[in-house]
């Protein structure tokens, strides 16, 4: 079945509702040829259907993030909305966006969906030259986002290095898996981190780490 009327639906739309909903109906499709114009819907200032949008992106994958890493740097709106999807997805292409966004980013729910994401990338299809370069990356913006000012987004950084972690499978006594261990003990520790939430999801993080 053509996704093209979707796609016009989605053009033609002539309220903020229509809008929504003609969004919904195209991510549901699940296919590839939608994701173009679901990626032109995060520039829309539309937010309910960004949400649809980005849960279609998520769904059609890695097809989708050739067309995301297109948006213009200079629409924030869009940008943000496109870190949530690329989290999603998982994709390798997306480090650098995400990286950028966990480190520089203003909104703190957009630092804390790429603290997600970099826990979260797809590693094992990778050559073990690219993937540990990819690791290390990503590790080091991890690291250097502990400090970040805002709790949530600290507490997405536990998240994001446990899963980094696990994904890489990296053994104990392994340097990457030390500096891991050791940022999430500073969360963990009422001396460092002041958020309770942070401290508890952390001190599971290292639970699940241990051999």
């Keep these: 079945m053509s996704v093209q009327p979707l796609i016009s639906a989605?053009?033609?739309?002539?309220?903020?509702?229509?809008?929504?909903?003609?969004?919904a109906a195209l991510a549901a499709s699940g296919s590839a040829a939608a994701a173009p114009t679901l990626v032109e819907v995060l520039g829309f200032n539309n937010p309910g259907a960004a949400v649809a949008a980005v849960d279609g992106l998520i769904a059609i994958g890695s097809p989708a993030v050739d067309h995301l890493l297109q948006l213009d740097p200079r629409n924030y709106g869009a940008r943000a909305w496109a870190v949530r999807a690329l989290a999603g997805i998982g994709d390798v292409r997306g480090l650098d966006l995400l990286v950028e966004a966990l480190l520089t980013d203003v909104g703190p729910s957009v630092r804390r969906a790429a603290a997600k994401g970099l826990g979260a990338l797809a590693l094992d299809?990778?050559?073990?030259?690219?993937?540990?370069?990819?690791?290390?990356?990503?590790?080091?913006?991890?690291?250097?986002?502990?400090?970040?000012?805002?709790?949530?987004?600290?507490?997405?950084?536990?998240?994001?290095?446990?899963?980094?972690?696990?994904?890489?499978?990296?053994?104990?006594?392994?340097?990457?898996?030390?500096?891991?261990?050791?940022?999430?003990c500073r969360l963990s520790d009422a001396a460092t981190e002041e958020a309770t939430v942070v401290r508890l999801r952390a001190a599971l993080a290292l639970q699940r780490l241990q051999p």
């Design 10 to 23: 989605v053009q033609d739309a002539s309220s903020a509702l229509e809008l929504v909903r003609a969004t």
């Design 125 to 184: 299809a990778l050559a073990s030259g690219e993937r540990n370069t990819v690791q290390q990356h990503a590790l080091t913006a991890l690291l250097e986002a502990t400090s970040d000012g805002e709790w949530v987004v600290r507490y997405a950084v536990a998240v994001g290095l446990e899963g980094l972690a696990l994904g890489s499978r990296w053994p104990t006594g392994h340097s990457s898996h030390s500096s891991s261990c050791t940022a999430l």
